[in-house]
């Protein structure tokens, strides 16, 4: 391998479909569905010995030596997947891009891959999800994400059961070439080797040649990666799609390649970048189907969103969907409630950029990443580690704005129906104003203004109890 590195040349700026659309959603989906125990580490923590999805998968499958993770593949049908629904769905919830994890941590590849035999195509549902899911959302009018984990594999399945199904020779093509246990660590001291690398690589050249996907989001790891390796994934990609967005965490690629995602993760304060949250629906640690789920109610998602674009940013919600391809009727409820909420105020989300100040408001913001301290201890654990929940009252509002606007959105009914903005004084930054009106509601808002402050009396009652949007027409 010989490859020169330019990584100059690679920087990348996020594209205009990305700064108006401001929300998306994936979806975590693979054999991992199957079992729907905890989270979609079940292929992982199955092979540690004591912990709670190990015993799970004992009681119900059996020894691991008997019932590896291998055995769900043929009992993942998707006989109810559905790509045309799946991009309705998206456009239901006011999403404006989307797409299905493209390879999990699993090695299991969505998509019709050369390089993998353990694939979608051949194995389990016997269909192209990922290229199937890029010919219906584009057809319906929305842009494509294509999500890869695939670095994760180097060590995933190592078990601390010696009999385990990952340790035969037979079982190579599904599980890699047994390793030193502490491979599986985040940072392990044994670095992926040359063949596993190159396949690493030829994943990435299939999904961006075959099915051009318009963002490229890798999870966090790509450290283990050799330079040389991603650079050339990064040069492919660009190649393919010159008008698309690599997606990354951390330090994972050179700053200004292309779009900075904080998972699980805020700022305190408006960016001067433009960035990306990617989050879960689901209101338990998992970003898959599991038993008896539970997920936020759209009111949670509707504040982020709002927070995040108010701030210069853009959310990716996942949800996953059941092992058969449908989505759980409570998921459904929320996400449709979302797209109505956002089919009458989104005039405040779409196609705004960031004013002087996020907002305002009695609740305390602070910076959140799902950062490599706490990646870590995933690691260690097995599990997520969840951060405080960020939640606005109706005392708290936040700003957005074109050029020919300035919006308001609240979140519930403030203290004596009243709001009093300091950011919106005379003089305070916003220049005139012609008049305010609730969006989705007939008449105008009564307002006052002086050097002090803006003073804003909402009505009781707004078409939605998640939130409303004030719009302020500038002169």
């Known amino acids: 391998m010989n490859w020169t590195m330019d990584w100059e040349s690679l920087k990348h700026s996020e594209p205009q479909w990305l700064r108006d659309?401001?929300?998306?959603l994936f979806f975590h989906w693979g054999p991992y569905s199957v079992p729907a125990c905890d989270n979609e580490w079940y292929s992982r923590n199955m092979y540690y010995k004591g912990c709670r999805q190990n015993q799970e998968h004992e009681r119900r499958y059996g020894k691991l030596s008997e019932f590896g993770y291998k055995d769900f593949i043929p009992m993942f049908r998707g006989e109810r997947f559905d790509p045309d629904g799946w991009a309705a769905l998206v456009r239901e919830s006011g999403a404006r891009y989307g797409g299905p994890v493209s390879e999990h941590a699993d090695n299991f590849?969505?998509?019709?891959?050369?390089?993998?035999?353990?694939?979608?195509?051949?194995m389990g549902p016997r269909r192209d999800v990922v290229g199937e899911c890029a010919e219906s959302f584009r057809r319906q009018g929305l842009k494509y994400v294509a999500t890869l984990h695939h670095q994760w594999l180097w060590g995933w399945f190592m078990s601390t059961d010696n009999e385990a199904d990952v340790y035969d020779p037979a079982n190579e093509m599904y599980y890699g070439p047994a390793l030193p246990l502490e491979t599986n660590r985040y940072q392990p001291y044994r670095y992926p080797d040359k063949k596993f690398c190159d396949t690493w690589l030829e994943k990435v050249r299939e999904v961006s040649v075959q099915y051009r996907p318009d963002m490229m989001y890798y999870d966090s790891r790509l450290m283990i990666i050799p330079e040389a390796y991603l650079h050339e994934a990064a040069r492919c990609y660009y190649e393919a799609v010159p008008e698309g967005i690599i997606c990354y965490k951390q330090a994972d690629f050179p700053k200004g390649l292309g779009l900075a995602d904080v998972e699980c993760g805020r700022f305190a304060e408006?960016?001067?970048?433009?960035?990306?949250?990617?989050?879960?629906?689901?209101?338990?640690?998992?970003?898959?189907?599991v038993q008896d789920p539970k997920y936020k109610p759209a009111g949670r998602i509707i504040q982020q969103i709002a927070d995040v674009t108010a701030k210069n940013g853009s959310l990716l919600l996942n949800v996953g969907p059941c092992a058969d391809g449908s989505f759980h009727p409570d998921a459904v409820k929320e996400l449709r409630r979302i797209g109505q909420w956002l089919k009458f105020n989104g005039e405040g989300i779409y196609c705004t950029r960031p004013f002087i100040v996020p907002g305002e408001g009695v609740t305390e913001a602070a910076n959140e990443d799902y950062n490599i301290e706490r990646v870590k201890q995933q690691v260690r654990e097995g599990i997520a580690m969840e951060s405080g929940q960020y939640r606005l009252t109706g005392n708290d509002v936040r700003f957005t704005q074109t050029d020919e606007a300035l919006y308001v959105i609240g979140f519930g009914v403030p203290k004596d129906c009243t709001l009093q903005l300091k950011s919106l004084r005379e003089g305070g930054g916003l220049g005139r104003i012609r008049g305010a009106r609730m969006l989705g509601v007939d008449g105008l808002v009564e307002m006052r203004r002086d050097s002090e402050k803006m003073t804003l009396k909402i009505p009781e009652r707004h078409p939605f109890a998640e939130g409303f949007v004030i719009r302020l027409d500038k002169e």
């Open 21 to 24: 659309g401001k929300f998306g």
């Open 109 to 122: 590849s969505m998509w019709d891959s050369r390089v993998n035999p353990v694939n979608a195509v051949k």
């Open 270 to 289: 408006t960016q001067s970048f433009f960035w990306q949250t990617d989050d879960r629906l689901e209101d338990s640690v998992t970003w898959c189907i």
